[in-house]
């Protein structure tokens, strides 16, 4: 949703912002909706394939009219442009593609992904990122899933991210993590409508504009699917390796396969395979059932090639604590389900063995790592 009266003076005042052919912004046709959000404006520029560079000081001047429209809120300009077969091509001012460049101040990436919704990723990316955490390790969170971000809610963030007077973002802090979403930017129940060149510079912003410190390891949460925003991160950074999750069953294993599939194809290493929502502890009996079937995960990563980290069991308390926004390294340390979770972790860092990640396993077992936080 967008507050129309913000944009249409934002809009208006665009019309300063003269354009290549003297032109100016405010009545060109490239220009796209502007959207407004209570911590954020975005709008993208379409310009003809070869003029990215060219509209770059225009675009920076649309940047600096827009954030004296709406002090305090972050702006997000992108340029698009057409290639010559009709598909849609992201640019940050400069002609594509990117090259691989690090995030200041953050040693290792994980992603951790799955091939469709609803099997629990981000609850799993959070209590991976809080594991982490709990070995003694310097630990961010990017909730990359920008149309269903769940980030804040899982880990209790209230208020939007302050932003320091040089637009960089201030990441929020949780638990001992530095988290950041574009979901603390929105009101409650509000939609992010934007395409995909929208998304995808809204995604480098968030990663790349945020005052991360200084990271042993920055978890990303991806969103479900194999879309734009995992090309745009892929193509951006060299990731350390992706953690996929799936429930037991087959349509979910069959998406799972997907997801694993384009980080072969983009040559993202497979750090193993969770399967979470394995199983039912009956409180009132303690008889298990299999809802949705056993082991199909541990299975799959056999046939796929990759080790298969662990199972969490389907619980109530997961979904209690998590709705709670005190996620199970939180709310129960020593319960069976942090224990999981620890594990799981411990086996990421195994999966990954010497390289890329002896810096990482050296630190967390140094006699100063236990000291980071405490949970």
């Not at 990122?129 to 769940?150: N, W």
């Not at 991806?222 to 349509?251: K, M, N, Y």
Request: avoid cysteine; proline fraction near 7%.
């Amino acid at each position: 949703m967008s507050d129309p009266d913000l944009a249409a003076r934002i809009k208006s005042a665009l019309a300063a912002v003269e354009i290549p052919g003297g032109a100016d912004l405010a009545g060109y046709a490239g220009l796209s909706e502007i959207i407004v959000t209570p911590g954020a404006v975005a709008f993208a520029i379409s310009v003809a394939q070869g003029m990215e560079a060219a509209f770059g000081p225009a675009r920076e001047q649309a940047i600096a009219v827009a954030q004296r429209e709406a002090p305090g809120r972050k702006v997000m300009v992108s340029i698009t442009s057409e290639k010559q077969t009709g598909g849609p091509r992201f640019s940050h001012g400069t002609p594509q593609p990117p090259g691989k460049t690090p995030v200041p101040g953050v040693r290792h990436i994980i992603a951790v992904g799955s091939g469709k919704g609803g099997v629990g990723k981000s609850t799993t990316a959070v209590n991976l990122a809080l594991a982490f955490a709990a070995e003694g390790l310097r630990t961010g969170i990017l909730d990359a899933d920008l149309y269903g971000p769940s980030i804040p809610k899982l880990l209790g963030l209230e208020g939007r991210p302050a932003i320091r007077e040089d637009g960089i973002f201030t990441p929020h802090g949780a638990y001992g993590l530095k988290a950041m979403s574009i979901g603390s930017m929105l009101t409650k129940d509000q939609a992010v409508v934007w395409r995909g060149p929208m998304a995808t510079s809204a995604l480098r912003q968030l990663l790349r504009e945020t005052d991360w410190g200084e990271l042993d390891v920055l978890v990303v949460d991806l969103p479900p699917g194999t879309g734009d925003i995992h090309i745009s991160l892929f193509q951006q950074v060299t990731l350390d390796g992706a953690v996929i999750v799936s429930t037991p069953q087959d349509l979910a294993l069959i998406d799972a396969k997907k997801a694993v599939d384009m980080m072969q194809r983009m040559g993202v290493r497979l750090l193993g395979l969770v399967e979470n929502m394995s199983y039912f502890i009956a409180p009132d009996t303690g008889r298990r059932y299999d809802i949705f079937g056993t082991g199909g995960a541990e299975r799959a990563a056999a046939e796929l090639g990759m080790p298969f980290l662990g199972a969490i069991p389907l619980v109530m308390s997961i979904r209690e604590d998590s709705d709670a926004g005190r996620p199970p390294l939180v709310a129960e340390p020593d319960g069976p389900e942090a224990k999981a979770f620890r594990q799981i972790a411990r086996a990421v860092l195994a999966s990954a063995g010497s390289d890329p990640f002896a810096t990482i396993t050296e630190w967390a077992s140094a006699a100063d790592g236990k000291a980071y936080r405490d949970l």
